[in-house]
């Protein structure tokens, strides 16, 4: 699949960009773990990965005219419509969507993949979508497993997926009221990185971090690792824009109100059925100095929630607290074979 100006998808098969895959050779201990514990053996060859020509994609709708009133927007090589990136644009990743996919079942799948490059752009794609009775889904990272990308299995209409990829800025950083305003189709690491380089974090670690966008945790109301510390992305998500047909709604990033029903309530977890969020202002905080992590064993799982207990109602504040059962821990505490220090040799990500 092309890459449209750099943004990246993973892969249809399954999670993670093409590729990027996890390997245990420097745990020894690791394979006989797993036979252990779900009577795997990781010593046989794995299957080989689906070939993308097995499939039965349906053919587009998105004849030439429409094609070319898209173009007239976003320029004609964002306007996309390969049988990969239709595929990939057409489920989340969940194991039931990795599963039906992997089997093939595509009964509906977008015409088009759709990439614009700002705020005039998604409206006007909008416009032209809302004029011609098109369905538009708005995509980020694709990362959801709730089925919300998914399009109607007997949609006779025209879809259009809306990929928000090139939307990744940190358009503006407030240093005096940590507020910054985001481009909604910004991922996890490339947000961070951006804060980051200013001695900022936002502190939203959902565990698809790397695959997921701003825009996206706003639309499934998202919570993350370090949601004790910073909050749920209901609370750090300030003001936004989103896109509808009638026009651009601007939600300012009031510190509080307390007049009426709140409609930034109803847009977060709307999964993109009232528009298309374009930008969030956002809480943001200064990068923490240091980062120490502590590990305790328990000899019960029940010992553990109870440390759990006593820790929330104490007044010590760590970003995160999490028990883990015994299989957990044993899964997470593989230890790595000891490496020969080389002065040639460069330690390699596992
Ligand atoms: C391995 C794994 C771990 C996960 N861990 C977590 C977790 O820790 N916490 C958690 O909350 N979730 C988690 N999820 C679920 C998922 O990652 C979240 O729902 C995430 O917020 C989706 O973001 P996305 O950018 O991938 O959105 P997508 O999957 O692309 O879209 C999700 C929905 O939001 C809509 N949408 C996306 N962008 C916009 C936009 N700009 N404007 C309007 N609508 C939009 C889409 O139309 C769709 O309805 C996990 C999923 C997986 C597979």
Known sequence: MTDVENVKHMKWWGWGVEGVAFHHDDKPNFAPFVRKAVGLDLSQPAG??????????PRTKALAPIRKALAAVVGEARVVVDDEARVVHTYGKS??????????????????VVYPADEDE???????????????????GGSNIAGSLEPQPDEP???????????????????????????????????????NARGWTLGHFPDS?????????????????????????????RGLRMVRPEGVVVLRPLPSTSTGPSVREMIIGSEGRLGVITEVTVQVHRKPAQREVQAYFFPSFSAGLKAMQAINESDAKPSITRVSDARESGFSSQPARP???SPRSSPRAS
Do not use: C, N
């Open 48 to 57: 080989s990965p689906p070939e993308l020509s097995d499939l039965k994609v």
């Open 122 to 140: 998604v409206a006007a794609v909008v416009a032209l979508a809302a004029k011609k009775g098109w369905v538009l889904i708005p995509f980020g």
């Open 339 to 341: 490496r020969r220090a």
């Open 209 to 237: 971090f790397t695959h997921s966008t701003l825009g996206g945790w706003v639309a499934t109301r998202s919570s993350g690792m370090q949601s004790d510390k910073y909050g749920d992305i209901a609370d750090i998500a």
């Open 157 to 195: 209409r025209v879809i259009i997926s809306l990929d928000m990829g090139r939307l990744r800025l940190v358009v503006d950083l407030d240093e005096d009221s940590g507020l910054a305003r985001i481009q909604a189709g910004a991922q996890g690491p490339d947000l961070e990185a951006q804060l």
């Open 95 to 112: 194991i039931r969507d990795l599963m039906r996919i992997r089997a093939g079942v595509l009964p509906r799948v977008p015409d088009a």
